[in-house]
């Protein structure tokens, strides 16, 4: 049974940083696909930051420069650190996993495990 828990999760001023933490278990990183997606109020699920399983990173416009998706495979546990942090980024995020790949813009009905999700607010 696959298992997945967000943390890290929290307030922070615009500009300021996060680091959310995935921890994965009944699950292995070497063969599959993790990523964050989120969710602002009133919007659909977006693609944040997806991790394939030789490591090959992909990002939403929205967050490239800004965002670094990392997975330590000892640890079985997904990173995604976020940097100058603005407004728009307030959301619940979403760890996500599969055995197939996704890419940020699949669509996530498609995407087989997650998380429960951590709030993310980033006040102006």
């Known amino acids: 049974q696959v298992h997945l828990v967000e943390s890290g999760g929290g307030s922070v001023q615009a500009g300021g940083s996060l680091r959310l933490s995935c921890a994965a278990s009944g699950y292995t990183h070497n063969n599959n696909f993790m990523g964050w997606f989120r969710q602002a109020p009133g919007k659909e699920r977006e693609g944040v930051a997806a991790?394939?399983?030789?490591?090959?990173?992909d990002y939403a416009d929205s967050v490239k420069g800004r965002f670094t998706i990392s997975k330590d495979n000892v640890e079985n546990t997904l990173y995604l650190q976020m940097n100058s942090l603005k407004p728009e980024d307030t959301a619940i995020y979403y760890c996500?996993?599969?055995?197939?790949?996704?890419?940020?813009?699949?669509?996530?009905?498609?995407?087989?495990?997650w998380g429960q999700g951590t709030q993310v607010t980033v006040s102006s």
């Open positions: 996500a996993a599969d055995v197939h790949p996704f890419k940020t813009t699949s669509d996530w009905e498609t995407i087989k495990y």
């Open positions: 991790i394939d399983s030789d490591g090959s990173t």
